[in-house]
């Protein structure tokens, strides 16, 4: 059964930056695209960007450019996301999710998801 | 980007009764169509892919339709566990893949 199992609660300070692990068990890491999403408090899903860990570079949704960073580390099946110059509005639960395959797929395993607070 | 619009964005139901949900999406997206359900305090769960497959172990009261630009998730007999929050997501024209702002099914 594949699992995904993100790092605990974050309290930042505006300006700061984040970075969530994702540790997937239970599958083949390499192949299967995982992507972050967000949803601030009593709000919608937002795709924030995704990364097939055994081709590398990551793709980001337009709002997210230049300011997150996605990566994978295929020895130990672990995905990050590092969001930088935080600021209040990025007070959400960041989720990895993993597609069911490459290519044209929804997302058929999600992690716990990881509360990040910014606040001074 | 795909922009994907739920309706209604509350659905007061009884248990037992039937609930319909609507989701359209401003360009095609093919059958590339999937129904999550979200509770509170847990991550999505995903529902329904290619607009009409049931995803593993998801009951047959779940049942979802539609094509192109229109869709509809149809729960035939709300149980108490279904009220949620439900999302539609294209996954056709990516990236970046897009999610609708969700239609929360409340107890009548």
């Known amino acids: 059964q594949v699992q995904l199992v993100q790092s605990g609660a974050e309290v930042k300070k505006p300006g700061s930056s984040v970075k969530v692990s994702c540790k997937a068990s239970?599958?083949?890491?390499?192949?299967?695209?995982i992507s972050w999403v967000r949803q601030a408090p009593g709000q919608g899903l937002e795709w924030m960007g995704g990364i097939i860990p055994i081709f590398g570079p990551a793709n980001y949704a337009q709002k997210f450019q230049g300011r997150v960073t996605i990566t994978a580390d295929e020895s130990t099946s672990t995905a990050y996301m590092e969001l930088n110059t935080l600021r209040s509005e990025d007070t959400a639960v960041y989720y990895c999710?993993?597609?069911?395959?490459?290519?044209?797929?929804?997302?058929?395993?999600w992690g716990q998801g990881t509360l990040v607070i910014v606040s001074s | 980007e795909t922009v994907m619009t739920q309706s209604p964005a509350t659905l007061s139901v009884s248990p037992g009764e039937r609930a319909t949900l609507s989701c359209r999406a401003d360009?095609?997206?093919?059958?590339?169509l999937a129904w999550y359900q979200q509770k509170p305090g847990q991550p999505p769960r995903l529902l329904i892919y290619?607009?009409?497959t049931r995803a593993t172990g998801i009951p047959a009261r779940f049942s979802g339709s539609g094509s192109g630009t229109e869709f509809t998730l149809t729960i035939s007999s709300l149980q108490s566990e279904d009220f949620a929050v439900y999302y539609c997501q294209q996954y056709n024209n990516w990236p970046p893949w897009t999610f609708g702002q969700g239609t929360k099914v409340e107890i009548k």
């Open positions: 360009q095609s997206v093919s059958n590339n």
């Open positions: 239970g599958g083949t890491f390499s192949t299967f695209p």
């Open positions: 999710a993993r597609a069911a395959a490459a290519g044209t797929n929804p997302f058929d395993y």
């Open positions: 290619g607009a009409s």
